[in-house]
């Protein structure tokens, strides 16, 4: 790797100069005199014992990671090519897209990717406003705020199994909180087999989700808000304008690079969740709470479809890469620029 | 004086609401706890009392059961076990992001960045096959080394913005001293960085303690079987035992919540961080 002398990206002094061999580079003090013989061959030693540190470092995390992320990855892509049972070494019979062709028929997958939106815009309609409001609320001066925000953010530390597990049993038919509610508050006829009636098995899904996750949501906004300067609220307020105006028009749009952050976060979340749905339905009943991971899972592992299950794996990695690059091309590129020109203003 | 009056009213209701988001979190889990310490028939005739009598059969069965103990250990080793080899192998690889040029350097650093993008979800069945092909299956470093493997991308970013930050006159000095990279890095640079270090080992931790497709495809041998696939192999055991599943859902939430209750700063401020950087 032969060394440079050019800087990062400008926005953070280069790394030491003493590393690059230069005669008339950017550096405070007298100009360099011409370097001796000596001098000159300790530089050179230096440089190449910096090749060397940089080869030796990386190459634990560059060994690992394309050995057991980027390899996989690539593994994926080549066996969605074929049929294949997943023994025997590599799979030999090659089928080119039917396995692709197959997906798009596939009712289930279909209908994953279905669930997928409903979750998606569930997610963004209902508990992200949730969490907004929230941390608003958590904003404002008051008792106890800090042990409010300890327990509200407490679920996102727990798995998603013990999380799922324990509303197995809240949502137990018989003995289950959820009904034992309902017949407390005499809302009998609501009563439900929640988990195991097609047409609220995902809300119910959505509904674990929301608790164990909002309060993450919760907390990004809390630290979104708490960069807004005080003086703009309370200059605005001074100016007679009412709480909702300022939230309408300064918060809000302050706020819109968290937003699209949290919207991110929730949607990728969307895209892979497993562990959940596994545990709390595996997917059932019929197929009504099924998400992509988990077709993959039973196809792949149970019914040793391997080819067919790496074709859903590269669907995912298709779906979730093209997201995060319009994503971050179209809805954070302001974000990103503002926060490169708020950069270079600053230098 | 009307002010001060509307200041309390509006207290008392941003109490009231907080209160009720907070029974929203908290009673699911008094649920667990209290049925815990119910039997099935109390659970259906009075589920919303005390429990009465206390049947502590439940706790303490599991509290005496392997069935508990192996997985809680077992989560353990491979949770330090990947964050030791996580952040030896991260900081070294973000330490030359921040501090060296190299050619190739920001291509390198976004193939490793991209890798945020790809979820375990996407690998994990090649990961298998590969992880068969090479033995590891049933062993606990088929877990960790993937898990470290994964872990890459987030602590490589936060720990490099976090190099960056050193000035270059710490370096420059070492240098004189005749300190070799490697000295600096050991003896100067990580014990300068233990925030972000600690930072980026809890997340880590969590992540490795909670993660469950791995353990469940790796394990086939429930000896190795970790906290995560225990809990739910126990359900499916006991699926109608509401009482017991619920008390050892309960006990293995106690770990989580522990380390909660000490790194809980470290873990919000490295989430906030880490997202205003993805």
């Avoid at chain 2, 040029?101 to 090649?126: D, K, Q, S």
Wanted: proline share 6%; glycine share 8%.
């Amino acid at each position: 790797m032969k060394t440079t002398t050019q800087g990062p990206e400008g926005q953070l002094p280069a790394p030491t100069s003493h590393r690059t061999a230069t005669r008339g580079s950017a550096r405070r003090g007298p100009a360099p005199e011409q370097p001796r013989p000596r001098v000159e061959g300790s530089l050179r030693r230096r440089r190449r014992l910096d090749k060397l540190t940089v080869a030796l470092f990386l190459a634990p995390a560059m060994a690992l990671f394309v050995l057991l992320v980027v390899g996989p990855i690539a593994l994926a892509i080549y066996t969605s090519l074929f049929k294949w049972n997943g023994f025997g070494g590599l799979p030999e019979d090659f089928v080119g897209l039917d396995n692709f062709r197959r997906l798009l028929e596939d009712d289930i997958f279909i209908g994953d990717l279905k669930r997928g939106l409903i979750l998606v815009l569930l997610s963004i309609f209902v508990q992200l406003p949730v969490a907004l409001g929230l941390a608003l609320l958590l904003n404002q001066p008051m008792r106890g705020r800090a042990f409010y925000r300890v327990v509200f953010f407490a679920p996102y530390v727990l798995s998603e199994v013990i999380t799922a597990v324990l509303f197995t049993m809240v949502f137990s038919p018989n003995q289950g909180l959820a009904n034992q509610m309902m017949s407390a508050l005499g809302l009998e006829n609501l009563q439900q087999e929640w988990l195991a009636n097609t047409s609220t098995v995902l809300y119910a899904l959505f509904f674990v989700i929301s608790w164990k996750y909002f309060g993450l949501h919760m907390i990004l906004y809390l630290a979104g808000r708490q960069s807004i300067p005080k003086e703009l609220t309370e200059a605005a307020l001074t100016d007679g304008a009412g709480t909702w105006q300022v939230f309408r028009h300064i918060t809000l749009p302050l706020l819109g690079p968290t937003i699209r952050i949290s919207i991110f976060l929730s949607i990728i979340g969307a895209i892979q969740l497993f562990d959940m749905v596994w545990v709390l339905t595996g997917g059932g009943p019929i197929h009504s709470s099924e998400t992509m991971a988990v077709t993959m899972f039973q196809y792949g592992f149970r019914r040793s479809e391997v080819g067919y299950a790496s074709a859903i794996s590269v669907a995912m990695f298709l779906i979730s890469l093209v997201f995060a690059l319009l994503y971050q091309r179209f809805v954070m590129r302001r974000d990103i620029e503002g926060a490169i020109t708020t950069m270079r203003e600053k230098r | 004086m009307s002010t001060r009056r509307d200041t309390k009213v509006r207290h008392f209701w941003l109490h009231v609401i907080a209160i009720v988001v907070g029974a929203f979190i908290v009673v699911p889990v008094a649920f667990g706890v209290l049925g815990g310490f119910k039997d099935n028939g109390q659970l259906s005739n009075n589920p919303f009392a005390l429990p009465s009598p206390w049947v502590p059969e439940n706790y303490t069965s599991i509290l005496s059961s392997s069935g508990f103990w192996r997985p809680m250990f077992n989560s353990a080793l491979i949770a330090v076990a990947t964050v030791v080899l996580l952040v030896l192998v991260a900081s070294m690889a973000a330490y030359v992001f921040a501090r060296f040029n190299f050619r190739g350097r920001e291509l390198l650093y976004t193939l490793f960045a991209a890798g945020l993008m790809f979820p375990f979800a996407v690998a994990i069945l090649p990961l298998f096959v590969l992880l068969r092909e090479l033995s590891l299956l049933n062993s606990p470093l088929g877990v960790i080394l993937p898990q470290a493997a994964f872990g890459l991308p987030m602590t490589i970013i936060i720990l490099r913005s976090f190099f960056r930050t050193i000035p270059g006159e710490v370096e420059e000095a070492a240098i004189l001293d005749g300190c070799t990279p490697f000295g600096f890095f050991w003896r100067i640079l990580l014990p300068m960085a233990r925030p972000a270090l600690a930072t980026v080992s809890v997340l880590a931790l969590v992540a490795s303690w909670n993660n469950f497709m791995l353990p469940l495809v790796v394990f086939t041998d429930p000896s190795w079987w970790t906290l995560p696939v225990g809990v739910q192999q126990f359900q499916g055991q006991y699926a109608d035992d509401t009482a017991r599943v619920l008390a050892y859902v309960v006990l293995a939430m106690v770990p989580a919540l522990a380390f909660y209750a000490v790194a809980e700063r470290q873990l919000v401020g490295g989430l906030a961080s880490g997202a205003t950087k993805g």
